[in-house]
Structure formats: C-alpha cells, structure tokens
C-alpha cells in the first residue's frame, strides 16, 4: 500500500514531466488521426463514388476487428499453459 501511495508523492514531484509528456502524447495522437483521416476519407468517398472495392474494405474491416480477439485468445491460451 506505501508504494501506491508513494506514486502519488512521485507524481506531485515530477509534475512538470508529468504535464509535458501528456501534451506530447497528445500531440502525437492528434497528428497520426489527422494524418489516417486525410488518407481514409477521401479514399472511402472516391470508392463509394465508384461503388468498387466493397469487398476488399469489408474484408480489411473483418480481419482488423478479429486480430485483437485472436490475440487475447491466443495470450489467454499461453497463460494457462
């Protein structure tokens, strides 16, 4: 209990840090959802305009909704073991 109550003290100390590496994760995150927006959404209108590649960006959407499954199972798995 001392070390969780310590990493409040830590985190009061260094506050500073604390603050400037939130701001930097922040910025990161904003820059690399601008950067996939400016990619995905006119690519998403030009291929609905066309109405071509439904098959390839539903497939694309499938599988990246499985991996995160597949790989909790598959973390899950080698725990028990």
Do not use: Y
């Amino acid at each position: 209990m001392s070390t969780f109550l310590k990493s409040f003290t830590f985190m009061g100390d260094q506050l500073s840090l604390l603050l400037d590496k939130t701001g930097q994760h922040l910025w990161m995150c904003a820059v690399v959802i601008a950067d996939s927006l400016l990619v995905a959404v006119p690519l998403g209108l030009w291929l609905g305009h066309l109405h071509k590649g439904e098959f390839l960006t539903t497939s694309i959407s499938n599988i990246g909704r499985a991996l995160p499954n597949l790989a909790s199972s598959r973390s899950a798995s080698a725990s028990s073991a």
